[in-house]
């Protein structure tokens, strides 16, 4: 079953040039069960991946271009009156999707936002009193500029807890960006990226993960570093518990890629940056990505054989 996280892995680089990180963090978010939050600027290959991922999977792929006039039924779907039948049809909306790309999501309003919340966290729709599930399983790539602010809706707290990494792409160095112009003198590889993986094989892989082995004691550090968030100076608002979930998640999909069935505290030090910032209000002005760098130095781990 770990070949399969290999072939994977190459599929993607297939599309994505020198972005062996951001696949592997993406990586993480999906067998963890969670969601990635892209925060960068356009044209880094953002939508690439998430199209890339979908296609891999052999899961259905929407995009959502959020725009202040998006509507929350727009993402959700809606009832449908039909002359024919004399009754209301659902007419399922982009969320329907196994990989759901939700590009610029704080230009949407918040009203828009929210609509998010309930299938983020529950993997369920509710319209007009009814309750629909998603198709499983359900992923969530969201983007947003982290430089371009005029017309923007900030991600209240609750939204961003739904997410359980962040991350950024970057630019692609000279060498990498010599080998994207030369992949485009032809057509895009996209066309003929196929699947690699099935579905069944994405659910079999979370439940893997779900049976990393974690320690008391490292549960304890997670369990630190979350609660000294809380009560750090530099800090309004600390993580919350389902950050500290996140985390541990995150650190069991962390050790599974890297063929381990056990967590080490390097991978709850290597994926906490990316799991607990964007949950961090800091009243400081520094960056919280910073902050949670320093609580790593700082939260001491408990004596542990691993």
Known sequence: MRD???VLTDNLSRTIVGKSEAIRLVLVALLSGGHAL????PGVGKTLLAKSLARSINGRFQRVQCTPDLLPNDITGTNIWNPSTREFEFMPGPAFANVLLADEINRATPRTQ???LEVMEEKQITVDGETRFVPYPFFVIATQNPVEYQGTFPLPEAQMDRFAVSLS???PTEAEELQMLQRHQKPMVMDDLKPCISLETVKDLQSLVSQVKITTELQQYILNLVRASRNDDEIILGASPRGAVAL??????LAFLEERDYVIPDDIKAVAPHVLAHRLISASGKQAKTIVERLLRTVPIENTEL
């Open 248 to 253: 541990q998640k995150a650190s069991q999909a």
């Open 4 to 6: 399969q996280i290999t």
């Open 169 to 171: 792409l970057g630019y």
């Open 38 to 41: 892209l925060e960068d600027v």
């Open 114 to 116: 929210s609509a998010l």
